[in-house]
């Protein structure tokens, strides 16, 4: 199954794609976590998305799309993806359109999980990412063992830049702009499925798991 992940910043997009791939043997393919490698070390790709991504803003499409092409032609997208991160506008979405069509695939589903503004601003204020191995850890819903210490390589926890208050708000703003569009875009498709993201990360992953009628194996 083809999947499409949707929400806003913090709505547990990344989480619910990690444990659907893992559960369902499903590549996870998540444009964001693809940039910051690029970011991390220290590319020319990277630093021009540095730029945006410190500023809360959206990396243009050509570079994204470029990106996930060539990753949606690898081998083990032939039994399924799950798309994280991409589309996040309506010209990516028709973009995306294109790039499925060259490469002979379709989206069977988008799942939309809708969290309010006033969580998301709860939620990613308690985010820390490992200084060196990137690992991401939220102060409530999973923290380290260890006091601002990575549990994986016992790296030093920091703030990311995109996730200040003021960066957030702005990543909001850009959602409920560029972003929302996108529901009505797959609603008339048919292909939008709406979940709640209010609940614990293991109801999520069940409702996501009832409405697509996927099962194990």
């Not at 990277?46 to 803003?57: A, I, L, P, T």
């Amino acid at each position: 199954m083809n999947i499409i992940l949707l929400g806003p910043p913090g709505s547990g997009k990344g989480t619910q794609a990690e444990m659907l791939s893992k559960t369902y043997g499903i590549p996870h393919i998540s444009t964001g976590d693809i940039l910051r490698e690029e970011v991390m070390k220290g590319t020319s790709l990277g630093e021009k998305v540095k730029v945006y991504m410190n500023k809360g803003e959206l990396v243009p499409d050509e570079l994204v799309i470029e990106i996930l092409k060539k990753r949606l032609q690898e081998p083990d997208c032939k039994k399924g993806f799950i798309l994280d991160g991409f589309p996040r506008n309506l010209r990516q979405a028709k973009a995306l359109d294109i790039i499925l069509r060259d490469v002979n695939l379709k989206i069977d589903a988008v799942v939309y999980i809708d969290v309010t503004d006033e969580e998301i601003m709860r939620r990613l204020s308690l985010r820390r990412t490992c200084k060196v191995c990137g690992r991401v850890y939220n102060l409530y819903y999973n923290p380290p063992k260890y006091d601002e210490k990575c549990d994986i390589c016992g790296g030093e926890l920091f703030i990311r830049d995109d996730d200040k208050p003021e960066v957030i708000e702005r990543r909001l703003k850009v959602f409920n702009e560029e972003t929302k569009p996108l529901i009505e875009y797959y609603e008339e498709k048919r292909l939008l499925v709406r979940i709640s993201g209010m609940s614990s990360i293991d109801d999520v992953f069940r409702h996501i798991a009832e409405k697509l009628g996927l099962k194990k194996g």
